[in-house]
């Protein structure tokens, strides 16, 4: 790095700095599918998404099956809709682990990061509304000498 004289040349050297900011691409498979894995609670979800007519398909049924209460569905639709493009991915998930609530928040994870990966440009519409995060929310386990995690046995003088 050249010796620095002045502010104006400590200016100079770090918008040349700033100007390398890490680009995103496109990542892609093979088959033009893209990729992602989603977390919530104990649930992990494998997202694929490729063009196609808006099918979205979890564990081999159809979404509307597989997660029966409406917030559900709405929750796993929540990326798609935010970003306008409903109707134009196909969507192929596989989840384990954990409950419903929390296959739905893993597959709402999951989606985003895959929509990010086809279009990079989408990136900024869904951090800013924290579909990209990964909710680090876990239940706590349970304490020796306790009856739950925090709850103590009930106390008793006699």
């Not at 995103?24 to 033009?32: I, P």
């Not at 706590?140 to 009856?147: Q, V």
Request: proline share 3%; charged share 30%; glycine share 10%.
């Amino acid at each position: 790095m050249a010796e620095l004289q002045s502010l104006e040349d400590l200016g100079g050297a770090l918008d040349a700095e700033a100007s390398e900011a890490p680009v995103h691409v496109q990542k892609l498979d093979a088959q033009g599918r893209a990729y992602a894995t989603g977390k919530r609670k104990d649930a992990i979800a494998r997202v694929w998404i490729k063009p196609g007519t808006g099918k979205i398909t979890v564990n081999k049924k159809d979404y509307v099956a597989y997660f029966a209460r409406p917030v559900l569905q709405l929750i796993l639709r929540q990326p798609i809709m935010l970003t306008n493009r409903e109707g134009q991915y196909d969507v192929v998930a596989t989840v384990s682990g954990g409950g419903l609530s929390g296959q739905a928040g893993a597959l709402r994870h999951g989606l985003s990061k895959a929509l990010t990966h086809y279009e990079p440009e989408l990136r900024g519409i869904l951090k800013k509304e924290g579909f990209l995060t990964r909710d680090s929310r876990v239940v706590e386990r349970k304490k020796y000498g306790r009856r739950k995690a925090r709850r103590s046995f009930q106390f008793s003088k006699r």
